[in-house]
């Protein structure tokens, strides 16, 4: 109980502290997923021109700055209990996001989001793996139907194989190592102390990729990584305060879906991000995804779902879920 009592005070709000409420849940996450899904189709206004180190150190100083003012409000704690363990756990989805955005400027976005949503596949892999757990045909023939569906989402030529397609799923891998250790190393950390060690670490990579380049770099799109230092101007910051705002608003709905329902029920309607990501994609860009993709991405999150719903401890792709501790 003194544990329980010492979360609440530091902001970490229980499930079971919350009545449960699945229709507002469910909800606040299609709501969460909606901002990412249309708040991500706008990195190719930054893209073009724009610095992938640039903009992840500004959109993680300015994200942090947010993140500090609401705790300043009173919304939370930044203060981290362990900073080691919450800076090593950001290491692993801050590299997720790097690759993420970075193949957002050369790849359609439904495939970049569907590599992401491979990592419940990866979760129980790393489960199974490295830390001993029993899983049944249900999760492994899942697991085997994920891995089919990335095929057909990335649909490999093996006479020019493209690298680049598969950054996605390694994406997806790093964020679900990022989901276990979080788990290990940080189930006391709150919301924020952990979306500001995220956003702070993906600022690091920023500042260290800038320091790296050299200032300017090969024009358009493909440009977008190997781009140092370019002059910022008034529209790039528009649409980098728009991704840190969209961004924050995103998970904090996510989180307070994880507050409403049963994790197991709830995290089923992440998957909708496919959804919205790809609509915004044809409405904003006019980018198409083929029946062999969707029928790809239907697997995946089909896959996921059966993970999921079948897992004690389910995993949110955006936001991070801190488990509930034993009296």
């Not at 363990?85 to 193949?103: D, E, H, K, T």
Request: glycine share 12%.
């Amino acid at each position: 109980m003194q544990s329980r009592r010492w979360l609440k005070r530091v902001g970490v709000g229980l499930m079971s502290d919350t009545a449960l409420r699945p229709g507002m849940a469910a909800l606040s996450i299609l709501g969460g997923m909606f901002a990412l899904g249309i708040t991500d189709n706008f990195v190719p206004y930054v893209s073009e021109t724009g610095s992938l180190w640039q903009f992840h150190m500004v959109r993680g100083i300015m994200a942090v700055l947010l993140l500090a003012l609401g705790a300043a409000a009173g919304i939370g704690v930044i203060r981290p209990v362990n900073l080691r363990a919450v800076l090593a756990r950001s290491l692993f989805p801050a590299s997720a996001m790097l690759i993420y955005f970075g193949c957002l400027s050369v790849l359609p976005i439904g495939v970049v989001v569907a590599g992401l949503f491979t990592a419940p596949l990866f979760v129980l892999l790393i489960s199974v793996m490295f830390q001993g757990a029993r899983v049944g045909l249900v999760r492994i023939s899942a697991v085997l139907l994920g891995f089919i569906g990335a095929l057909l989402v990335i649909q490999p030529d093996p006479r020019a194989l493209d690298m680049v397609s598969f950054l996605p799923i390694v994406a997806g891998m790093l964020y679900a190592i990022g989901a276990v250790v979080t788990r290990l190393w940080c189930a006391q950390e709150s919301t924020i102390a952990l979306s500001a060690g995220f956003f702070a670490m993906l600022a690091l990579f920023g500042a260290v990729g800038l320091l790296v380049l050299p200032a300017g770099g090969p024009e358009g799109f493909s440009g977008f990584v190997l781009r140092g230092w370019v002059p910022l101007t008034a529209e790039m910051w528009f649409w980098i305060t728009v991704q840190a705002v969209g961004s924050i608003i995103g998970i904090g709905l996510i989180f307070r879906g994880y507050l409403l329902g049963e994790a197991g029920y709830v995290a089923v309607f992440e998957y909708s991000l496919l959804v919205f990501a790809s609509f915004w994609a044809w409405i904003l860009w006019g980018q198409t995804v083929g029946p062999l993709a969707l029928a790809g991405m239907a697997l995946i999150a089909g896959a996921g779902a059966v993970i999921t719903l079948r897992t004690d401890d389910a995993m949110s792709v955006r936001a991070v879920r801190i488990p509930q501790e034993a009296e």
